[in-house]
């Protein structure tokens, strides 16, 4: 029996504090939902969920940018189904305007109005988004995925600025409803432009049922990818719990013990007192 070194009370303490750290883990990941509080946790789940976490980053950025090609799209195809119907107007007054039994104020009245048209229909060329043409001649990229991969997006090209094209022909101020004859060629003008327009917001609409379903496919990505995370890094309550209560009692029977432990010297002093 000895009195300078108490190895039981030495080893009741190293297993209370062994009891008390992995009391101290599972309080943390109850309370904060993750399994991995430290990199010591699980070093190599920590890598694989900081690299998902970075990729959700990017998937986001891809989203927003999928997102405002979609808003660039549905501006386009406004302003494109307003000129369609002043396209079509402007094929009803020159068609009146062919009309032989019209007399020159009449022809003077309707060219009023189609220079109007004429004038709505070349302003709408010249429209931007965000400070980005919408009706030039540039293809725009637009993100697909987290890797920065791009659908490149074709342009509406409304031949702004020139004098070549379907719309360019139908605005130019050589067209007009002064005459008969004059009626007649701007209604094969007017009429080309009704052809291209239909072509046109028929390609604007199939590019927006591919950003509709590339959307779709990222938040997709998106979800198994967190679903991925949640495997690795989240904690299961259930079972964390039922450490906690485990570790609870290791600590608290420990306690007890460690009182105990700290007691058996007292009987080297019954010795003594004989």
Do not use: C, H, W
């Amino acid at each position: 029996m000895v009195i300078n070194t108490n190895m039981e009370a030495l080893q009741t303490a190293n297993n209370l504090n062994a009891s008390q750290s992995e009391l101290s883990k599972s309080l943390s990941r109850l309370s904060s939902g993750s399994r991995i509080i430290k990199p010591s946790d699980d070093a190599a789940g920590l890598a694989v969920t900081s690299r998902l976490r970075a990729q959700i980053k990017r998937l986001d950025s891809a989203l927003s940018n999928v997102v405002n090609a979609v808003s660039f799209t549905q501006t386009q195809d406004g302003f494109m189904k307003t000129m369609d119907k002043a396209l079509r107007r402007m094929g009803e007054l020159a068609m009146l305007a062919k009309d032989n039994t019209k007399s020159q104020a009449d022809l003077n009245l309707y060219q009023k109005e189609f220079q109007q048209l004429q004038d709505y229909v070349d302003n709408t060329r010249t429209k931007e988004f965000n400070a980005v043409s919408m009706f030039g001649a540039t293809t725009i990229n637009v993100t697909v995925d987290s890797e920065g991969n791009t659908f490149k997006m074709p342009p509406i090209n409304l031949g702004a600025g020139t004098t070549a094209g379907a719309y360019s022909a139908a605005v130019t101020t050589g067209i007009d409803l002064t005459t008969s004859a004059n009626a007649g060629a701007a209604l094969t003008a007017v009429k080309a432009a009704i052809s291209q327009i239909a072509i046109d917001r028929a390609q604007l609409g199939a590019v927006q049922s591919r950003l509709n379903f590339t959307n779709d496919q990222l938040n997709i990505t998106k979800e198994n990818l967190s679903s991925a995370i949640s495997r690795v890094a989240d904690v299961d309550v259930a079972t964390e719990a039922t450490n906690y209560a485990r570790y609870q009692i290791l600590v608290q029977s420990g306690t007890q013990m460690l009182t105990q432990a700290n007691n058996l010297p007292n009987a080297a002093l019954q010795l003594l007192r004989g």
